[in-house]
Structures are given as structure tokens and as C-alpha cells.
């Protein structure tokens, strides 16, 4: 099996956003893929250009070889390690809000429970500390039975 590190084209018509991917010589353009090594965008002043350069030397090492665009990217990437635009961290993404019937109830069952929740925070504060000291003397208590 034959590894090209090529572009793979994603994104609306005339408005084209590539993806850099290491895939099957045999796989079509779009299709089928080993690893996503980074993602250009041309449309972007300066270009929009991700790029996993440790990702890339790995699959020139196993025997890679790259098509002309890609070799020109790494190539520019080489030269000035500055042109890469450092990746986003995924996104996390939050729980779901309550549905309406049960947002209205909500915040007159809460009025109550917020004057006794202040109290009730302090407590377990004060019991975290000897609890952590305990443990540590159990897992040695632990480690003497087994061993």
C-alpha cells in the first residue's frame, strides 16, 4: 500500500477549505483516509495554515511521499514556522437547559435551599482535610497486609 500526504477538498462550492490527510494512493481524492495531518484555507489574508509537522515526519519516515501542493506547504512551513496558525482546543460542551415548564419551578424550589446551602458548604470543607490525612495511612496499611 502506496501512503500520499495530499490535500483533500472540503467547503462550498468556490469557496474551497482543504484538509491535509495521509491516505491510500489508490483512495479518491475525497474519500477514504490514515490520519488528518492539518487543515488550509487559501481564502484567508494571510492563509489559514494548521499543520502537524511531527505527524508529517512520521509518515515520510514510513515511506510517504507527498503530492506537490502538500510538499510546498510543509516546505513554506520549514522555512518560517511562524505562518502555521496554532490549533484550537475542541470544544466542551455544556449540558442541555431545562425545558420551560420545569425553569419556572425551578427557582422557587431553589429560594429556600439557598439560605441553608451556605451552611451546609462550610461543613464539608472542614471534614475534606482529615479525611485526605486518613488515607494516605490506609494505603500504607494496605501495602503491609499484601506485601
Do not use: C
Not at 490527510?21 to 483512495?27: G, H, I, P, T
Amino acid at each position: 500500500m502506496s501512503v500520499k500526504l495530499r490535500l483533500q477538498r472540503h467547503g462550498a462550492k468556490k469557496r474551497p477549505f482543504y484538509r491535509i490527510v495521509a491516505a491510500d494512493s489508490r483512495a479518491p481524492r475525497d474519500g477514504r483516509f490514515l490520519d488528518i495531518l492539518g487543515t488550509y484555507n487559501p481564502l484567508q489574508d494571510p492563509i489559514e495554515l494548521r499543520l502537524k509537522i511531527d505527524r508529517v515526519d512520521y509518515w515520510l519516515g514510513n515511506g510517504a511521499q507527498m503530492s506537490d501542493t502538500v510538499a510546498s506547504l510543509v516546505r513554506r512551513v520549514r522555512r518560517n514556522p511562524e505562518i502555521l496558525t496554532p490549533f484550537q482546543p475542541k470544544r466542551t460542551f455544556t449540558a442541555k437547559p431545562a425545558p420551560k415548564a420545569e425553569a419556572a419551578e425551578a427557582p422557587k424550589a431553589e429560594a429556600p435551599k439557598a439560605e441553608a446551602a451556605p451552611a451546609v458548604e462550610a461543613a464539608p470543607a472542614e471534614e475534606a482535610a482529615p479525611a485526605e490525612e486518613a488515607a494516605p495511612a490506609e494505603e500504607k496499611a494496605e501495602e503491609t497486609t499484601e506485601g
